[in-house]
C-alpha cells in the first residue's frame, strides 16, 4: 500500500511554480495578482482563505482578500466583482463558497469574467472542458488528476467510480477522468446500491463530505482509493475523510491521506491556474 503524498507533490509544484514566477519578475514583468472574495463570517472559509494567501505569497502571488460584510447588498457584490473584472492588475478572481444562502451562487459566479476565472467555474470554461479542449480546470479535480499522474497511476482504460456528484468536485472530475479514457461511473444520493459499483473501481473517489461513507467492504482489493472529503471527527476532534481509512488502507495499492492528500493539490493548482491566467494577460 502506498500513501499518495499530496503534501509533498505539492511542495515540489510549489517550487517549480516560484521558480517560473521568479524568473518572469526578474525579466520586468509585475507580479501575478489573485483577488479572493469572502463574504460573511463563515469559519472554515476564513481559514481556507488565509491559507490560501499564505501559499499565494509563498510562491510569488500578490493575494488580495476582499472580505465583504455578511448584510453586503446584492449591488455591492456585482460591484466588487466588475471592479475586479476591470482591474488590469488582477489575473484570478475567486469567489469563497459558500455564500450567504440569500445569494444565488451561480449568478455571482458567472459575473466574473472567464478570463480571470481560476475555478474554472465559468459556464465557457465548463463548456471547452466537457468538450475536451483546453481551459482552466476546477482546482480540486485537477489537483487529482496531477497527483494520479506524478505517482504515474494509469487512467486510459480503467473502471473509476465517482461518488458525489458537486459541480465543483464530482461532476467535472468524472468529465476529465472520461475525456483522458477512464471508464466513469457516477454515484449519487439516489444510487440503489453504490457497493455494487464502488467494487468494481480500479481507481474510488469519493466527494460526498459524509464521513467514513466508504467502508473496506465497497473496495475492490488493490484499487486507489482518492479521498476527498475533509471534516472534523467530533468524538476525537481530528480531521477525517470520507473514507473509513484505518480500515480501507490495509487493502488498496494506492489512498491518500486527510488530512496531506487531496487538500494541498487544491491549494496549488489555485496557484497554478492563477500563473496560467497571468501568462494569459501578459501576452494580450
Ligand atoms: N469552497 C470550497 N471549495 C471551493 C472551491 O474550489 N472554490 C471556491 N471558490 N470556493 C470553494
Redesign the pocket.
Known sequence: MKILDGKAVALKRRQQLTAKITKIVEQGHRRPTLAVILVGNDEASQVYVKHKTQIAQAVGIEPLTIHLDENVSHEQLYGTIDQLNLDQTIDGI????PLPTRFREEDYLQAIIPSKDV?GFHYVHQGKMLQGYDSIY???PLGVINLLNEYQIPIQGQNVVMVGTSN?VGKPLAVMLLNLGATVTMCNQNTQDIKMYTQTADILISATGKQFIITKEMVKPQATVIDIGIMRDLKTNKLVGDVDYDNVAPITSNITPVPGGVGPM?VITLMENTFKLYQDHLQS
Open positions: 475567486l469567489l469563497q463558497l475555478d476546477p482546482c480540486t465543483i487544491t
